[in-house]
């Protein structure tokens, strides 16, 4: 079908644009009354992500209510491990909880490469549903979690500031770490393919946690594993956010892929000079900028518009939206990017 609006799509080729496209992490869920009201008549997140019709239904809910140029697919990065063999409990208020983890090779036995079709087929119906559904208005954006990322969470079981455990592996049992990440970057290849075939217009791999990892470290275990994955997607341009990986900004620039992500804390102008001129930028507005008043979200907006420039970049905050952030501030953004980067294509 084609798209009526494939913005997000020629600014991740390189193509000029009339105006910049913009949409947040996180879109889908936390912010809208309209979600929680969904994601109430279900048990909760899990049976939510797991009925596809449901999933389809919040994955326009910002389409319609935001005005957002492109989707992403209701699901989490955890439903990879769950795949795999290590199924997750969300806990309310709490975040993700795994009963089991692995703390050892002998546990890499009770894994498998995910037979993604049948132990993920529930994401893959929602992306078909939601493609019907959608209607060629925006693109939507399919994902997951960077190998590295992913074995934080089966390592350590839940969240962590530190995940000094699954860094511990690192240094105590390396080959182990290899082995479990080439499986996840193996199913994460063939996930990838699957939500391509199914109607995904984009991917996005999320690197939650690259920043805790020192830079020999984030070549040898994650950076390698991204590597694979982005010389394996070919069909659909593909984005990567490594949120804190400063030191590898110039490595990510060279990998196969078509956009980086940028958080925050990382300086436009000087990411750009690492990273490239032919890769697009996505990003990178303070997600806590959306806590002040209309007039500095606007402005804040503008001057982040002003530094990436018209070309190569894809507007979105430097890492998914807060919770408890009102949606008008997250219209008042969406807005303003649709409004100023126009005139900025002089
Ligand atoms: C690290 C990570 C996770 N999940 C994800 C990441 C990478 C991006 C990032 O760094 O924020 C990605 C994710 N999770 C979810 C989406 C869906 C689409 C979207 O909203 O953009 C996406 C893209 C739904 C979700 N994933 C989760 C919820 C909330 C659960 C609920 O509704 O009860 C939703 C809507 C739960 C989740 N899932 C995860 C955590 C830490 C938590 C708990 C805290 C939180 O809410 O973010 C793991």
């Known amino acids: 079908m084609e798209l009526k609006n494939d913005l ?43 009925t596809p019709e449901l999933a389809a239904e919040v994955t326009i809910q910002p389409v319609d209510l935001l005005g957002v140029d492109a989707a992403i697919i209701f699901s989490d990065i955890l439903v990879v491990p769950e795949a795999m063999g290590l199924p997750y409990e969300m806990v309310e208020k709490k975040g993700p909880w795994f009963p089991e983890t692995v703390k050892s090779a002998a546990d890499l036995k009770k894994l498998s490469v995910a037979d993604v079709e049948s132990d993920l087929g529930y994401v893959l119906e929602a992306i078909k549903i939601t493609k019907k559904e959608l209607n060629g208005r925006v693109p939507l954006i399919g994902f997951a979690g960077a190998p590295w990322t992913i074995f934080c969470y089966m390592i350590e079981g839940h969240g962590s500031k530190t995940f000094s455990n699954a860094r511990k592996i690192l240094y105590t049992d390396p080959q182990m770490a290899q082995q479990l990440l080439q499986m996840i970057t193996d199913t994460t290849i063939t996930y990838l393919k699957a939500q391509i075939a199914a109607g995904a217009d984009m991917v996005q791999v999320f690197d939650s946690w690259a920043g805790i990892l020192p830079d020999d470290h984030y070549e040898t275990f994650a950076l390698s594993y991204i590597r694979q994955i982005c010389d394996a997607i070919t069909e659909v341009p593909i984005t990567v956010f ?88 997250v219209k008042c953004f969406i807005e303003t990017v649709k409004s100023y980067s126009p005139g900025l294509r002089k």
């Open 8 to 50: 997000i799509l020629r600014a991740a080729r390189g193509e000029k644009t009339e105006r910049t496209p913009v949409w947040l992490m996180r879109q889908a869920g936390r912010i809208l009354p309209e979600y929680r009201a969904v994601r109430s008549s279900v048990s909760g997140f899990i049976e939510l992500a797991q």
């Open 242 to 329: 490594a949120k804190g990986a400063y030191g590898a900004r110039k490595a990510i620039g060279q990998l196969n892929c078509n956009t980086v992500g940028l958080d925050w804390n990382m300086d436009i102008q000087e990411s750009r000079q690492l990273i490239g001129a032919n890769k697009t930028l996505q990003g990178n507005l303070d997600p806590a900028v959306l806590y002040a008043d209309f007039a500095t979200v606007e402005a804040k907006t503008k001057t982040m518009l002003d530094t990436f420039g018209p070309d190569r970049h894809i507007a979105n905050l430097g890492h998914g939206v807060y919770p408890d952030i009102d949606p008008e501030k």
